[in-house]
């Protein structure tokens, strides 16, 4: 491999702690010189309190991670970008889907790749999956993506707001599946969500596709108030029978017989798809995951439930 890529990150929080941290120190392609966060530090390398004083004081990175919030990241990524960097953008990839365009353009004008990741499509089945899928004809597809918002968003109120999501911040993982393993294009006919009467964003939702063709029904629920154990599966009945993906995408089965995969390694594997970018001058932006969120939004009926108390 050519000279490490010398990459800053940007909001140490819980997912750069457990996931973006580890999978940099694994590989040789990158070296971390440095991160911004306001109220965190990472031993060993320059800390900064804002992504500014990061990039005018590190004039020579490469590259920058960006894994705070969505609701600050375009402001994040157009500095980066300006500033000359190459820039990979955590999920979701902005707040909304005009300024993911901007963003775009802007790393198009600067020679710069901008990646927008969705890592759960780096889950060990999801690639064998959209290649058995390939084959055969789709006909209903089950979404079922349920979790407990308290042991995996605990306190963050962030996530309740305008651009944070709710439910669809997990949500829209399942849907960065869909989107990749089905052979034909989806889109949405009508959507239920449910609003607790303290919050912004929804706390449950029922959403219902169909594909491109007409045919090919998919049927997703997601919803905050599931545990203690997550369930995490998508279901495709299709002309060779089951396809069932579980625990997000380690676990697949195929007409009833599992099917031997990988290990784990999301988050090394998106990184190793950032370097590749960088190396070959490219962009990977795919807002499609975030499009069918909006259109939820756009189109949900929604239903007010009790108030949500952490």
């Known amino acids: 491999m050519n000279k490490p890529l ?12 457990d996931q973006h941290l580890p999978a940099i120190a694994a590989l040789d392609g990158y070296t971390l010189v440095a991160c911004a966060s306001p109220n965190s530090k990472v031993d060993g390398v320059r800390n900064y309190t804002s992504i500014e004083a990061m990039l005018d004081a590190e004039p020579t990175l490469d590259a920058v991670s960006l894994c705070a919030t969505p609701q600050v990241r375009f402001e994040q990524a157009r500095a980066a970008l300006a500033a000359g960097k190459h820039v990979m953008l955590e999920k979701p990839p902005g707040a909304s889907l005009s300024e993911v365009a901007v963003l775009t353009d802007l790393a198009a004008a600067a020679g710069r790749t901008l990646f927008a990741t969705w890592h759960s499509r780096h889950a060990p089945a999801v690639e064998v999956a959209r290649a058995w899928l390939a084959e055969h004809t789709v006909h209903t597809v089950e979404v079922r993506w349920r979790e407990d918002v308290r042991r995996w968003h605990p306190g963050q ?8 999501l709710g439910v669809f911040d997990p ?10 393993i089905l052979p034909s294009e989806i889109f949405l006919r009508s959507a239920t969500l449910w609003v607790p009467a303290n919050k912004q964003a929804p706390i449950a ?14 049927n997703a629920v997601f919803d905050w108030r599931h545990g203690p154990v997550e369930q995490w599966e998508i279901r495709v009945e299709c002309s060779g029978g089951m396809l069932h993906l579980s625990e997000g995408g380690k676990r697949l089965s195929v007409a009833g017989r599992a099917v031997q995969l990988g290990p784990e390694r999301e988050y090394p594997s998106l990184y190793e798809r950032f370097h590749e970018l960088i190396r070959n001058g490219q962009q990977d932006v795919d807002v499609r995951p975030m499009r069918h969120v909006a259109d939820a939004f756009l189109l949900g009926n929604r239903q007010e439930v009790a108030a949500f108390l952490d």
Do not use: C, H, Y
């Open 6 to 17: 010398s990459i800053g990150v940007v909001g140490v929080g819980k997912i750069a702690r």
């Open 157 to 164: 109120q962030w996530i309740w707001e305008p651009g944070g």
């Open 171 to 180: 949500g829209i993982n399942a849907l960065s599946i869909v989107t990749r």
């Open 205 to 218: 939702a029922d959403l219902k596709f169909v594909d491109e063709r007409g045919l090919a029904m998919v």
